[in-house]
C-alpha cells in the first residue's frame, strides 16, 4: 500500500514552453500534497503545500505564477512549470500525506530545459 | 527555529559495521521524525520513523535513538551492507499532515 505515482520520470522540453508533471496516490486518499524541488547532491526544498480543493501554499522565494499547483481531488495534483527555463532544470518531487504527519514520495521527475 | 541539522555529510563504512547518522533540531514543536532512504534518480522511502514519546524504535538492522532533551535523533545501521550504500535524510514535522523540514542528507558507502 501507499504508493504514489508521479509522471513523466523524465521530460525534456524547449526553452518557453510549458510542462506538466502528474502525482496521483494510488491506494489511498490525500488531503495534503507536497511538491519538492531538488538539486544534484542537496536536500529536498519544499516549494508548495497543496490541499484538495483549495489554493496551493507557496514557500517563501517560490514563483506561484510560475510554479502552477492543482489540486482536484484526494488523488491528483499536478504541478505545471510555465513558460519553463534553463534554470527550471531540476528534479522535481512530489509526496502524499496521510494522517499523522507521514508522508510518500512519488519517484521524481527529472526536468531538462533547453 | 526550523533547521534540521544532519551530520556527518559523508560516511565510509566497512561491511558488517555500524553506520550512525545524526540529526538536531531546535523546534520543540516538533512531535514526528523520520528518516528516508533515497537511491540515486528516486524519490526518498520512508525507512523508519519515532515520535517523542519514545527513545528508541528498532526495525530489522534500523534503530533510531531519540534525545528529547538534548534535541537530538539518530539513525544507527547494523550490520551495514553494500546495498546499504545511498543517501540518508532526516526530517522533522509537527501537527498532523504538516510539511517536512529535512536535513541536508548523508551519502553512506558501505565498502566490502
Known amino acids: 500500500g501507499a504508493v504514489v505515482s508521479q509522471h513523466p520520470s523524465r521530460v525534456i522540453c524547449k526553452s518557453g514552453t510549458s510542462v506538466k508533471i502528474e502525482c496521483r496516490s494510488l491506494?489511498?486518499?490525500?488531503?495534503?500534497m507536497f511538491w519538492y524541488r531538488q538539486f544534484p547532491k542537496q536536500s529536498l526544498m519544499l516549494m508548495a503545500t497543496?490541499?484538495?480543493?483549495?489554493?496551493?501554499?507557496?514557500e517563501q522565494g517560490v514563483e506561484k505564477d510560475k510554479f502552477l499547483i492543482n489540486h482536484a481531488s484526494l488523488t491528483l495534483s499536478t504541478l505545471t512549470v510555465t513558460s519553463a527555463h534553463p534554470e527550471d532544470s531540476s528534479f522535481y518531487i512530489c509526496?502524499?500525506?496521510?494522517?499523522?504527519?507521514?508522508?510518500?514520495f512519488g519517484a521524481g521527475t527529472r526536468l531538462s530545459v533547453l | 527555529q526550523q533547521q534540521v541539522k544532519q551530520s556527518p555529510q559523508s560516511l565510509i563504512v566497512q561491511k558488517g559495521g555500524i553506520s550512525i547518522i545524526n540529526c538536531a533540531y531546535e523546534?520543540?514543536?516538533?512531535?514526528?521524525f523520520p528518516w528516508y532512504q533515497q537511491f540515486p534518480g528516486k524519490g526518498p522511502a520512508l525507512l523508519i520513523a519515532?515520535?517523542?514519546?519514545?527513545s528508541e524504535k528498532k526495525e530489522g538492522r534500523f534503530t533510531i535513538s531519540f534525545n528529547k532533551s538534548a534535541k537530538q535523533f539518530s539513525l544507527h545501521i547494523m550490520d551495514s551492507q553494500p546495498g546499504d550504500s545511498v543517501t540518508y535524510f532526516c526530517?522533522?514535522?509537527?501537527?498532523?499532515?504538516?510539511?517536512?523540514?529535512f536535513g541536508t542528507g548523508t551519502r553512506l558507502q558501505v565498502f566490502p
Open positions: 509526496s502524499a500525506g496521510v494522517s499523522g504527519n507521514i508522508q510518500y
Open positions: 491506494d489511498f486518499q490525500a488531503t495534503t
Open positions: 497543496s490541499n484538495e480543493g483549495s489554493k496551493a501554499t507557496y
Open positions: 523546534n520543540t514543536a516538533f512531535d514526528y
Open positions: 519515532i515520535r517523542p514519546d519514545v
Open positions: 526530517a522533522a514535522s509537527k501537527g498532523n499532515t504538516d510539511k517536512l523540514i
